[in-house]
Structures are given as structure tokens and as C-alpha cells.
């Protein structure tokens, strides 16, 4: 599967942005969905992640209740709804992929990456 971010920008502390990433292949609905993030001079670090199926969802302690991911199968996408947005959320945002059993997926089991689009947030 590849998978095409979009949808990061310019914003304001407090302001929102809604992420976006398009998955090629017929398959997409097999696939726990996940954004991951990396900060300026920081390692990737995962932010939500949605399940096949299910829909179910987990988030990291820093987003919850600001973020909000969400799938539309028919479509092959996924979303990241970002509200009250802070500069420490200032980062490249990554969608990613992954298949198997365990959930929420290990890290290894993130299979597939997309390019990547960057979130600044102004203080």
C-alpha cells in the first residue's frame, strides 16, 4: 500500500488542521491506520492510530481530547481532526500502516510510511 499525506500548514496556537492521507490498493481496509509525528531535533513518536474493523481507536497522553483520527474505508482515508492546537506540536506528521494481530500494533508492524507533511504551530 503507499500512502500520501496532506494537509499540514501554518497555524496559530489554538487554531485547528485537519490532516489527511490517501492509501493506494484494494486491500486498505485490512490495515490499522496510525499518524506518528517527529518534532524538530526529536525522534518520531506516535500520535493516534485507528483499527481495521473495529474502528477503534488509541491515542498518545499529549493529544487526547485535542485530536481526533477517523477512517473512511470507502474512500482509503484516514484523518487527523487536530483542534487547540500548541507549538509543541510543531512536527513533520507521518501517516502509517500496519497488519497483524496485535492492537495496538508494536512498532515494527508499521510496515508502510507515507511522505510525511509539516505542522507548525505559532505561538
Known amino acids: 500500500v503507499q500512502l500520501q499525506a496532506s494537509g499540514g500548514g501554518l497555524v496559530q496556537a489554538g487554531g485547528s488542521l485537519r490532516l489527511s492521507c490517501e492509501a493506494s490498493?484494494?486491500?486498505?481496509?485490512?490495515?490499522?491506520m496510525a499518524w506518528f509525528r517527529q518534532p524538530p531535533g526529536k525522534d518520531r513518536e506516535f500520535v493516534a492510530v485507528?483499527?481495521?474493523?473495529?474502528?477503534?481507536?488509541r491515542y498518545a497522553d499529549s493529544v487526547k481530547g485535542r485530536f481526533t483520527i477517523s477512517r473512511d474505508n470507502a474512500k482509503n482515508m484516514v484523518y487527523l481532526q487536530m483542534n487547540s492546537l500548541k507549538p509543541e506540536d510543531t512536527a513533520v506528521y507521518y501517516c502509517?500502516?500496519?497488519?497483524?494481530?496485535?492492537?495496538?500494533?508494536?512498532?515494527?508492524?508499521?510496515?508502510?510510511w507515507g511522505q510525511g507533511t509539516q505542522v507548525t504551530v505559532s505561538s
Open positions: 502509517a500502516a500496519a497488519f497483524g494481530s496485535s492492537w495496538p500494533p508494536l512498532d515494527y508492524e508499521y510496515k508502510y
Open positions: 490498493g484494494r486491500t486498505f481496509t485490512i490495515y490499522h
Open positions: 485507528i483499527r481495521s474493523g473495529t474502528s477503534s481507536t
